[in-house]
């Protein structure tokens, strides 16, 4: 079994394709854990909705808002598969991502793998513009730059419950990933956008400054000194800055992913 875990704060307008994005996968043996961080909008009844007829389904329900980290925790920890797929709840899926993903990773034997992934802007405008996906990649490269889309990636279950999201002063998937290859030693990269990804103005990684700022935050939480972390951030922030160029320039205004 895959457990898909989905985060969700305030996505009235865009949590129903990320879940059909799931039930359409032609890889079956799944569940869906969505955590609800205390919406205010109609996230919630969405989701319940879904599960009426997606016995796959389970929803939690935070008592209080707790941020990013601790409502992915939460699906995290009652993840009851081997392997644990992340997919928030503004992003999507092609419906072949696990069924590709699950055979990649057993030929390569991999216990962390991610694919490439592909772009689209709120309104659902689609970029030309794809992040490849290296087929090995180390933890040396990881800290140059995270290639590593959150909602690409597929970890075995025992890993990810030994590398807890961090708090929302950090790039948590970042130092996830970064803690995971520490042990792992690398990562798999299918060559493959079967992720779409869904660039938010108002994301955490959206503000510049806001973003080199918990990048550097990272790299101090996985046991970087200073000076050393505030350099590496220059060196990730010039990745991050030709990237987002390279998806404004390539999107195609009048084509919509839906």
Same mark, same amino acid.
């Given at each position: &079994?895959?457990?898909?875990?989905? +985060?969700?704060?305030?996505?009235? !307008?865009?949590?129903? +394709?990320?879940?059909? /994005?799931?039930?359409?996968?032609? *890889?079956?043996?799944?569940? #869906? ?15 319940? +909705? ?11 329900? !935070?008592?209080? @808002?707790?941020?990013? /980290? ?7 920890? @009652?993840? $009851? ?10 992003? &999507? ?20 793998? *991610? ?11 689609? /970029?030309?513009?794809?992040? =490849? ?26 890993? &990810? ?8 002063? #950090? %790039?948590?998937? *970042? +130092? ?9 030693? =690398? ?10 990804? =869904? ?10 400054? =806001? ?5 550097? @935050?990272?790299?101090? !939480? ?16 010039? %990745? ?5 160029? &390279?998806? $404004?320039? $390539?999107?195609?205004?009048? %084509?919509?992913?839906?």
């Amino acid at each position: &079994m895959v457990s898909v875990v989905m +985060a969700a704060y305030n996505a009235e !307008h865009t949590i129903k +394709a990320a879940i059909d /994005s799931v039930i359409a996968q032609t *890889y079956a043996d799944w569940e #869906l854990i969505i955590t609800d961080d205390r919406s205010g909008d109609a996230t919630q009844e969405i989701i319940q +909705a879904a599960a009426e007829n997606e016995p796959r389904i389970r929803l939690f329900i !935070h008592e209080k @808002n707790e941020g990013a /980290s601790a409502t992915r925790n939460t699906g995290v920890k @009652n993840a $009851r598969g081997e392997w644990i797929a992340f997919l928030d709840s503004d992003d &999507m899926w092609r419906a072949d991502k696990l069924e590709r993903q699950l055979a990649f990773a057993a030929e390569t034997g991999a216990d962390i793998t *991610y694919t490439a992934t592909s772009y689209i802007t709120e309104t659902g405008a689609a /970029s030309a513009y794809v992040l =490849r996906a290296q087929r090995e990649f180390t933890y040396k490269e990881l800290l140059r730059k995270n290639v590593m889309s959150c909602s690409s990636v597929m970890v075995k279950t025992e890993f &990810m419950q030994n590398a807890a999201f961090a708090g929302d002063k #950090l %790039h948590e998937d *970042y +130092a996830a990933w970064l803690t995971i290859l520490r042990v792992t030693g =690398r990562a798999y990269g299918l060559d493959e956008p079967l992720l779409i990804y =869904r660039v938010s103005a108002g994301s955490k990684s959206g503000n510049r400054l =806001r973003s080199a700022g918990m990048v550097y @935050n990272t790299y101090r !939480h996985v046991n970087y000194g200073r000076l050393i972390s505030a350099a590496m951030t220059v060196r990730y922030a010039a %990745h991050s800055v030709t990237k987002r160029a &390279m998806i $404004r320039m $390539r999107t195609k205004p009048t %084509h919509t992913v839906k």
